[in-house]
């Protein structure tokens, strides 16, 4: 799609008021670097994907993200042999606590019938349990429990 194509439909203002509705600073990012589809299939796909999602909301209520901050910075810090705040272990810690939130309210819907599209994003949610396990045993450990 042409610039001035983009320009005549308002996306900005469109992405402008998508990026204000995300949560996290990583969502933020990524609806600011959103650009309009071009391909048939993958257009119905995101379609059908919002559609599911509107649906399933209204069904069992707003996802639960509260909480979630970005912890990228903290994982490459952490994957090149760096140490970790108490306050980054934390933040890791709520993240795999969101993920928790989010898959028990997947199940909550799931039960009564299929999600279609969404089951395979709810199926990317891989809980580290021992890395949580891990981090609460740091965390009580810097406090002096």
Known sequence: MDKRSIKT???????????????SPAGKAMCAALLPMQDFDGIARALEET??????SMKAGHIPLGGIKDIAPSLKRAEIGG???VEELFNIGEFI??????????????RRERLGILDEKFEE??????LE??????IQTSRGC
């Open 9 to 23: 439909l308002e996306f900005d203002k469109i992405i402008e008021r998508l990026t204000a509705r995300a949560i």
């Open 97 to 110: 606590y969101v993920c928790k939130k989010v898959l028990t309210y997947a199940k909550s819907v799931e």
């Open 51 to 56: 559609t599911q999602a509107l649906e399933f």
């Open 83 to 85: 140490i970790l705040s």
């Open 125 to 130: 949610i891989i809980l580290p349990t021992v």
């Open 133 to 138: 396990r891990e981090i609460g045993r740091c």
